[in-house]
């Protein structure tokens, strides 16, 4: 059964890399506008554009009462500067203006699909960044497909082949076991920076080679 390998994969990837401490990451308004940020971009850019972002602005306040120049101006090394500086100042007023202030905690008091669908109203914000703000600031087992994620369950044959990332999203959260779900994602995505890569992975090493279609294939 998947759920029987998706454990042993996770068994493996604890056993090579520990088992992370499930914490969490930053606020739930921060965690929305980092995952904005972190679209079509690297994980270094985005870091950057967003510690960028708060030194220009130091409150969420000043970013939704800026010129959309001015924010887009600030996030440029995250790439799609504009888009993204229209998008996020957008979901800023709209949080504003439903709620009088600019704070996603409330997201607490709903179901994990609740916050979802919440989430996924706003522009340009599908299943991963939703799930990000879920599993990383409102510690719910929402699962994040990153492009890790994405491209190691596809080899491993978790998913079947072709399977976009959106399908991928709403698959491996009824799969992969709630009690794991933290793990499983830190753990591939960190597998997939060092072992797994898009291109050159390293089979001969890898200590999922043995569950994985892709190694089997090119060994």
Not at 65 to 85: C, P, Q
Not at 123 to 135: D, F, N, Q, R, S
Not at 143 to 158: K, M, N, S, W, Y
Not at 162 to 167: D, Q, V
Request: hydrophobic share 40%; glycine share 4%; aromatic share 6%.
């Amino acid at each position: 059964m998947m759920i029987e390998k998706i454990t042993r994969v996770c068994e493996l990837l604890e056993a090579e890399y520990g088992k992370p401490e499930w914490v969490i990451h930053h606020p739930p308004l921060d965690e929305f506008v980092l995952t904005i940020l972190s679209q079509n971009t690297t994980s270094v850019n985005c870091r950057r554009a967003f510690d960028n972002l708060r030194v220009t602005f130091p409150t969420w306040d000043d970013v939704r009462t800026a010129a959309v120049d001015e924010i887009a101006e600030s996030i440029r090394a995250g790439g799609l500067a504009d888009v993204k500086a229209a998008r996020i100042k957008s979901a800023l007023q709209r949080i504003y203006d439903q709620r009088g202030e600019l704070d996603l905690s409330w997201l607490k008091s709903l179901s994990m699909d609740e916050a979802a669908r919440y989430l996924m109203e706003f522009e340009g914000v599908g299943p991963k960044t939703a799930a990000c703000v879920l599993l990383f600031s409102l510690r719910q087992p929402a699962f994040p497909v990153d492009t890790h994620v994405h491209r190691i369950a596809l080899r491993l044959g978790i998913i079947p082949p072709n399977t976009n990332a959106e399908t991928a999203h709403v698959l491996l959260q009824k799969i992969v076991p709630e009690q794991q779900v933290y793990s499983f994602h830190m753990n591939m995505v960190g597998h997939g920076r060092r072992v797994c890569r898009p291109s050159s992975p390293k089979c001969d090493t890898c200590v999922l080679n043995r569950e994985c279609d892709f190694a089997r294939k090119h060994s």
